[in-house]
């Protein structure tokens, strides 16, 4: 997830002194200011001036940090803030990157799946790239579309290398002599600012709302052509006319996307992360998996154990995945809380892997562990949200997870993301050990393919949620019960509440609930289940009614077209097989947030936790 913004005309020209607006670059640097919880590993502006023509300025580092080119005569200009995906943040690996001969610059959000294709044509044409990113290929492609047609112009040369790119993206791209922005969607958003004087384009209307209100969100396989105060939207190469919507919002709500608090937003966003996790990375016709993880070959084959290591939320999706790495590659997995880890005795350590999973890549436990492994002589791979975090630097090998920041110090959308990669790499495992046939990779990776929109209809029931939180959200305390893949769920449902509401919440192995934790059961105390596909729903439906038959109120995250008529409360998960109880874990989100907010908690800051624990 990166921000994007582009300008082109005057704002604020008109001010009753006669004094100028500000200039194009210094809003586009103060847009990219606001767009900057959308990524800030690196940052840079191109500029098109009358007399100059195009000048590019960016770093890696944060925004505050890039300097905006002085110059005379600007008339537009775009910037970007990086999250990265491929490649390192470097200054070469900033946006906006250019063409050979520098005359088109070109800002993207999104990932272009067939980039390394698209790469090789253009390098065998002569092309020379820069940098290790995905993006770099269009700036090269729009000089080539240029080149091809002499009669050609931007909006022409954008619109036939929007056909050749395949995935997500949004983009905006200048060129020297052209007095025009064009833009593109596809799966990334991006939204059009109309000005009197001036039009605004950027990921967020967070980026120029203190411009203006007025907006045009474009639609997916949009192409549009930004003039000083004036925008044409095409689709399949007619004209649209997309409409004009007033903002509402505040500044400070904008950049929340409208919602009270970041972690709500980004509840929201997982299909929009999980598309960005899986972008590029499943061949379901053949159950392949791309993961860009670098062991040389025939490494995995020879694994005889593989070692999780993590903490917190980062430690449940570890204890998804070793159940997959199991199920799929047969592989013995086993997890551990990276504060507890020490490499054992006995064990083979260049037949181990070691697998430390980190949002941030910076956790101090985490890292330490990774270092016992590293002097064991184990093999390390890291499973990270954080391009040149320590984690990566200290490991054999990294698989991003590419949730996009995270703001929260709840980790919401990062555990689905890191579940999701850690499935593809189980996958990845199963395959390369010959313990996956084809048929059952292709069954795994379609119901993977399905988890966006899974997601989306949970997210659709919020209200079902609200409701259930505003009837049981007072209670004395709350327990989360699970079997087999519904176990990890349900201790993260456990400790999202718990971390945000400050309500006493565990999680147990449902099997365990009569081995003792029953005794504190009583009818202040509801039971939330997991039970859907992957999660015994059958077994865990007879400790629930246990539960029941001390007085428990009893919510369940069932399959959808299975029903248990004694539930009090019953949600219903989509069917996507094993990653089922990652979506019920939506609900479980949802839920927390709905009793912390009643409690008006400080939800995005819950007390006495930070977001990344550096310290030991
Ligand atoms: O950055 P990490 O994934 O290594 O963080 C590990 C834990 O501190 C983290 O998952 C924590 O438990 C969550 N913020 C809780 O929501």
Redesign the pocket.
Known sequence: MCGIIGLIGDVDAREANGEPGPSVGDVVHQGLANLEYRGYDSAGIALVDTADGLTVAKQSGQVDELAVPELDAVTHGIGHTRWSTHGPPTDANAHPHTDCAGDVAVVHNGIVENYETLKNDLEAAGHTFTSDTDTEVIPHLIEDALATDPDADLLDAVRRVETQLAGSYAICAVREGDDRIVVARRGSPLVIGRGTDASFVASDVTAFLEHTREVTYLEDGDVAALNAGRVQVFHGGEPVDRGVETVEWEADAAEKGGYDHYMRKEIHEQPESLRQTLAGRLDVESGDVDLDVSFPPGVLADVEEIQIV?????YYAGRYAAQLFETFAGVRATVEIASEYAFGAGRTPDRTLVVA????G??AD?LGAVRRANAAGARTLAVTNTVGSTVTRETDTTAYIRAGPEIG???TK?FASQVATLAMLAVLFGRDRGALGAADARSVLEDLRGLPGAVQQVLDEEEAVREAAREYGDSEAFFFIGRALGVPVALEGA??LK?ISYDHAEGFTAGELKHGPLALVTSETPVLAVLTEGADAGETMNNVTEAQTRGAPALGCVSAGEAYGTLDVSFSVPNVGVVEPLVANVYLQLFAYHVANAKGRAIDKPRNLA???TVE
Do not use: P, R
Request: charged share 20%; net charge neutral; hydrophobic share 30%.
């Open positions: 993590a903490c917190g939320t980062s999973v980190t949002q941030s910076e956790t985490t110090v709840a980790a990062t400790l999202k971390e977001k990344s624990v």
